[in-house]
């Protein structure tokens, strides 16, 4: 696959912080007598206000925001265990040393997103796109174009890469190419990603004299 940058999602892709997801989650679960099953069942790839106004339905604006400052307090101070996943340090460092565009798209508010980008040393994205920065969140392709558009680049010529259904879905919405890593293998559309590995440490990227960038699979 050829392409002109990187448009990588951030929790369960670039950094490993799903103990402190479930655990932020499941305390917010037993606050209001939730199941924590079905509460990690809904919420991954999504936003949190999305998750929030799922389990909290009939209840206004108002309240709903208020458990998100609180939800978002838990998740931003919490970043106990948070490490890079294998490769993402490593691939990062690659495309900035070989000037390849890349950003950082999550469905994750400013405070937890950069706290847990800190908490894991990796390099420092062109571009950070949040959930603060668009409507609606994933699986809708607003943050990708976003994404693309900030890097001055076409959706077509950049390639997503995603751990979450969701953000598989973004992806192929925003008519981006799709490498999926660790995707649920019953998730929608997962036979469209161009590539459905398991570790970042599969992906090779070469960059040719005239500037066209190859992704392809390590042998």
């Known amino acids: 696959m050829q392409c002109k940058g990187f448009l990588f999602d951030l929790d369960g892709t670039l950094v490993d912080s799903l103990p402190v997801v479930e655990r932020s989650w499941c305390h917010w679960a037993d606050r209001h007598g939730i199941d924590h099953q079905d509460v990690l069942n809904f919420i991954h790839g999504k936003q949190a206000i999305t998750s929030l106004r799922h389990f909290l339905a009939g209840r206004s604006e108002e309240e709903i925001q208020a458990e998100f ?18 490769g993402a340090r490593e691939l990062l460092e690659h495309l900035n040393e070989a000037q390849i565009p890349w950003a950082i798209v999550t469905s994750g508010s400013i405070p937890v997103a950069h706290a847990r980008h800190k908490a894991a040393g990796l390099p420092k994205p062109e571009v950070f796109i949040t959930a603060e920065r668009v409507k609606r969140g994933k699986p809708e392709p607003d943050a990708f174009l976003l994404g693309a558009e900030l890097l001055g ?35 929608p559309r997962l036979n469209e990603a161009d590539f459905v590995l398991t570790t970042l440490t599969a992906i090779n990227v070469s960059k040719a004299p005239d500037g066209v960038v190859t992704v392809s699979l390590k042998m």
């Open 69 to 86: 400052t609180y939800l978002e307090q838990i998740e931003a101070s919490d970043t106990d265990g948070i490490t890079a996943l294998p």
């Open 153 to 187: 680049l076409a959706p077509a010529d950049c390639v997503v890469v995603e751990d979450a259904a969701a953000g598989v879905l973004a992806g192929l919405n925003a008519g981006s190419h799709v490498i999926a890593v660790n995707v649920p293998a019953d998730s």
